[in-house]
């Protein structure tokens, strides 16, 4: 049996077009160069394939309404924004590639990215060393702004500290002292279940807890062990689907009767798709569509809604939503592009509410560029009557700069450039 | 304490029977005709996925009964049109055409059903526990194991009293006297691989009624099928089942005392067995080199 | 499918002409590449990759023993590498000894239990390892910073006496070190393949029987191969470290062994320039198609397929056959 394919005539001619195909990717940059460079280009930078892509679809999709709209009204310092989107597959190399690709061959003047704590960090390695301004929208793990801190990476979402203070009050309030954590076995969620632990300990609260790998699918055993201690709360540390399966697991075996359940992220994205049963708890929302009393939320939800499929945005969305107008702001404050220069006009800079978009006023903290914006504590629940999107009710509202400790406990100390 | 171990062994036979079923479909098409199909797991989600799609309509019991037969069909259909232009060659290729097909399904199934995880509805009298005591073990869990039970055992009884199984089982121990005593070897080997396909199939609806759905869900589930068919002996289907009941068991019991550990343990029998018994549990020498 | 085996070309008699094109190619990347809408760290990139896979190679292409899992020695070297900076000295020469010392001693022990196996078991125990690193480099997380990856380290200039080679901030210059590490890492790798031991492994190749009954200890020769081609992977996998001031569990697992594989095939595994075209090809399509489309996973798996379907001798192997009919 022949191990060769018979195909000589259009193997070659398969290989003269693909060769011209590629011959033509590889002269196009070159033409668009040629056309001026007036816009003011961002690069994005999100795992938009992998096991974060449906957060990594939203941030995007909410990046670039909120581009379109921004240059409705004018773009940046009057000139046209231009949203250059990369995918960094989950993987620290590629989207480290990406980032040189974006500053080098591009010449973005802005950085955003990366939901991946990890290649965040990576990422701020080239952009603090390029001298780029750079903005993470999603990535939670504290050090970014903390002990790894850098002059010119800002971060939007909440630090882990920040959401287990929010969340700690009112789940001892209501509940009682009694902890069990499920955690991930990582930075991210042992940080965590660290902030957690400390301001329960506060509190005078005693706990048991289990670390887990990151992807478990199975959490009978950890589950036996927690009705066992009967605590008055679980907290569910887990993330992606390892959150879904023990929030699904623990409403099977029945466990919603005896203990309350809480944590710190339940993210929209996570919650729709659960079963209604597992679609409850007691969670900490870093912006909510459903703000009643803030009636600028309004007009942005009904503006954005049709441009991603009629649903409601999520946090994601509006994260992205913060993090490109805080750059605008930054770069209209500065009058400039330059990095220094921008970063120094964002810190302490209060956005305006129509960016803002939540009770509080909210700023970047100077001492370690984190975003104190509120806290949304309250429970999880299936669709209510407005709509499929209804899922969460707020009960509190918390700071940030409550919830945040002071800059000297994140351990961050900018050094600008000379 | 006692209760909490045997709480743990019963949930490790039950994880562990779940890894069967993924590993022997590997270990099936390996053994017949030297492919590792990395796309296993990809299978799996295949199952899965349809099983999704024909819920709304057949409902549940009928999903489970027909997606494993469609996956099945798939790759009949995969390893006629792809996998059969490998076999005479060296085997990198083989490795290296089922890892691009892996990439070229799991994408397929993001572009079809979304990167979202999506949840399959299960029937609401498999949710409830089986007893208050043993809250854990919903009858989902027992029909899981029943499932496979049935499946394990088909399988055997396939392999053993049908002509097709015979010929599978004489091809694995040497497919050139097959060949030469006049037997179809290319469709033996489709046979073979769809039959594979069809336990994972199998395997990927019950993981979906169990997990949910997502584009990745094959990549977790595929080292542990690696792990049990070393474990076991490549070459052994009995070794593959052994292998799998036993990391299956090692991990939940490893849960009781150090629950960070419950994957490592996996790697670690797996490094012994490599060590002291590099054929695994019941592989026999020579076979596969 | 052999090719005989008294004229299977050795490296070292290569046509000059061929030689002096690739180099002149290499050396002259900084000035051509931005104007194909390239960038000097995707060059890098490219040779990084490249060197990885030539060092697979001598194991795949030139002894004919299929390692799936050769990430994990990539990964052990950038793990050493980011370790030595970050915990001993900043010193990128130390750093890039470390790494290699450690993916290569992982990999020469490994290959003692590995050597007797062949085929599909040996590629699946070669995956397990594979695994078993990636997993200890993300459990181990108070070394290795786990998930995460490694990080808080960067490449350090390097320090001559007479001058100061500022690799740390500059670009170009670092281009041409890693340049100038694949130039020796190659030129040795070339020397090995052409002595008597490089020959012995071409036998092997060929007809492992026939090499045993001729009295050659084949294990040995195997095991040898295995692991000179670990340490100069491991040495691939400290550049890499470098290149990125990171290091992460990613660079471990099976999917960039595939990758390894993948570029090995494309590029040509039977030539000794093959991996270089394949790595150039691989790093061009996955930096393009992934700006072009998330459904990038698809086109890189069928350019899997269908260079194994239809293309795999891989494109310098199609040359070389071009050029002997």
């Known amino acids: 049996m022949s191990d060769k394919i018979r195909l000589t005539t259009p193997r070659r001619k398969f290989l003269t077009a693909t060769a011209a195909l590629g011959g033509l990717q590889l002269t196009s940059p070159f033409i668009i160069k040629a056309r001026g460079e007036t816009p003011v280009k961002i690069g994005f930078i999100d795992p938009i394939t992998g096991s974060l892509s449906a957060l990594a679809v939203s941030e995007v999709e909410g990046a670039k309404w909120t581009v379109e709209q921004m240059n409705k009204k004018g773009g940046i310092l009057g000139r046209p924004v231009q949203l250059l989107v990369e995918d960094s597959a989950n993987d620290t190399g590629t989207g480290v590639q990406k980032a040189h690709k974006l500053i080098e061959r591009d010449n973005v003047d802005i950085i955003m990215g990366d939901v991946n704590s990890g290649i965040a960090y990576a990422i701020m390695g080239v952009t603090s060393d390029k001298k780029v301004f750079h903005i993470v929208p999603g990535g939670h793990t504290d050090p970014i702004t903390g002990k790894d801190c850098k002059w010119n990476t800002f971060r939007t979402c909440n630090t882990t500290a920040m959401d287990a203070s929010a969340v700690t009050g009112e789940l001892v309030k209501r509940f009682g002292k009694k902890w069990f954590f499920i955690t991930p076995d990582y930075a991210y969620g042992q940080t965590l279940q660290a902030n957690f632990v400390k301001k329960l300990t506060e509190l005078g609260g005693t706990w048991q807890g289990d670390m887990l790998p990151i992807s478990s699918s199975d959490f009978s055993a950890t589950l036996i062990k927690a009705k066992a201690y009967k605590p008055d709360v679980l907290l569910n540390n887990m993330g992606g689907s390892a959150q879904i399966n023990c929030m699904k697991q623990f409403v099977q075996f029945g466990m919603n009767k005896e203990m309350a359940l809480g944590g710190a992220l339940f993210e929209i994205e996570s919650v729709r798709s659960v079963p209604k049963e597992a679609q409850a708890g007691w969670w900490c929302m870093e912006w909510y569509w459903n703000q009643p009393d803030v009636p600028l939320v309004k007009q942005f939800v009904d503006e954005i809604s049709p441009a991603i499929g009629g649903k409601k945005p999520t946090a994601r969305h509006w994260m992205s939503y913060v993090s490109l107008h805080a750059a605008r702001l930054a770069a209209e404050t500065a009058k400039s592009l330059d990095a220094v220069k921008m970063a120094h006009a964002l810190a302490d800079l209060e956005l305006p509410p129509e960016v803002a978009l939540m009770p509080g006023k909210i700023k970047y903290r100077a001492g370690d560029h984190q975003l104190m914006s509120d806290i949304f504590v309250g429970q999880v629940h299936p669709p209510g009557p407005g709509g499929p999107d209804d899922l969460f009710k707020i009960e509190s509202t918390v700071t940030g700069e409550q919830a945040a400790g002071s800059v000297e406990s994140t351990g961050c100390q900018i050094t600008w450039p000379s | ?289 | 499918m052999s090719t005989p085996l008294a004229t299977a070309p050795s490296p070292a008699a290569r046509p000059w002409r061929q030689l002096l094109v690739i180099w002149a190619l290499l050396l002259t990347v900084p000035l051509w590449l931005p104007l194909l809408g390239g960038y000097t760290a995707m060059a890098g990139r490219v040779l990084v990759f490249a060197l990885a896979a030539m060092s697979f190679n001598m194991l795949l292409g030139f002894t004919g023993v299929m390692s799936f899992g050769h990430a994990a020695y990539f990964g052990l070297g950038a793990y050493g590498a980011g370790l030595c900076l970050k915990f001993v000295a900043a010193s990128t020469p130390l750093a890039m000894l470390a790494g290699t010392l450690l993916g290569g001693i992982a990999g020469t022990l490994f290959g003692l239990l590995l050597v007797r196996r062949r085929g599909v078991y040996f590629a699946m125990v070669t995956i397990a390892f594979g695994q078993v690193c990636f997993y200890i480099a993300y459990k181990w997380d108070d070394l290795t910073g786990g998930y995460d990856g490694l990080r808080g380290f960067t490449r350090a200039p390097i320090d001559l006496g007479f001058v100061t080679l500022d690799i740390a901030n500059n670009g170009t210059l670092f281009y041409f070190f890693v340049l100038l590490v694949f130039g020796l890492a190659v030129g040795l790798q070339a020397l090995i393949l052409a002595s008597p031991f490089g020959r012995t492994l071409l036998a092997i190749r060929e007809n492992e029987r026939r090499a045993r009954f001729l009295g050659l200890p084949v294990e040995r020769h195997i095991w040898l191969s295995f692991s000179i081609s670990c340490f100069f992977t491991a040495l691939a996998g400290s550049l890499y470290a470098l290149l990125n001031n990171f290091a992460d569990p990613l660079g471990l697992n099976y999917i960039m062994s595939g990758n390894i594989v993948m570029i090995t095939v494309m590029g040509g595994m039977r030539t000794f320039w093959g991996p270089l075209v394949g790595a150039v090809l691989f790093v061009m399509l996955q930096d393009y198609v992934s700006s072009m489309t998330t459904n990038w996973m698809f086109f890189v798996g069928m350019t899997f397929v269908l260079v194994v379907l239809f293309f795999p001798r891989g494109l310098m192997g199609m040359l070389k056959k071009k050029a002997e009919a």
Request: charge should be neutral.
């Open chain 2, 1 to 289: 304490m006692l209760q909490l171990v045997l709480f743990n062994l019963t949930n490790g036979l039950i994880v562990g029977a779940f890894y069967v079923l993924m590993a022997l479909g590997l270990s099936l098409i390996i053994n017949l005709s030297n492919v590792v199909n990395f796309a296993h797991g990809n299978f799996l989600a295949i199952g899965g996925y349809l099983a999704f799609t024909l819920t709304p309509y057949l409902g549940f019991w009928g999903a489970l009964l027909v997606s494993p037969f469609l996956t099945a069909i798939f790759g009949y259909v995969i390893e006629k049109l792809l996998i059969r232009h490998v076999y005479a060659r060296n085997h990198i290729y083989s490795l290296l055409l089922t890892f691009g097909l892996g990439f070229i399904l799991q994408d397929a199934c993001r572009f079809i059903w979304g990167p979202s995880p999506l949840p399959l509805g299960i029937p609401d009298i498999l949710s409830l526990p089986i007893t208050p005591d043993l809250f854990f073990v919903t009858w989902y869990r027992v029909f899981m194991v029943v499932v496979v039970i049935v499946a394990v055992g088909g399988l055997f009884a396939f392999l053993r009293y049908t002509r097709v199984g015979m010929r599978i089982r004489a091809g694995t121990l040497d497919l050139d006297t097959v060949s030469a005593l006049g037997v179809n070897v290319a469709a033996l080997r489709s046979y073979n691989f769809a039959v594979g396909s069809f336990l994972a199939g199998l395997a990927g609806v019950l993981a979906a009624g169990q997990i949910g759905l997502n584009p990745n869900m094959g990549d977790d589930l595929i080292m542990p099928s690696f792990i049990a068919i070393i474990v076991g002996g490549v070459g052994s289907l009995t070794g593959t089942l052994l292998g799998g009941l036993l990391i299956g068991v090692a991990s939940a019991l490893t849960t009781v005392v150090y629950p960070a550990g419950a994957e490592a343990v996996i790697y670690i029998i797996m490094a012994l067995v490599l060590l002291i018994r590099p054929r695994g549990l019941l592989g026999e020498e020579g076979m596969l080199t």
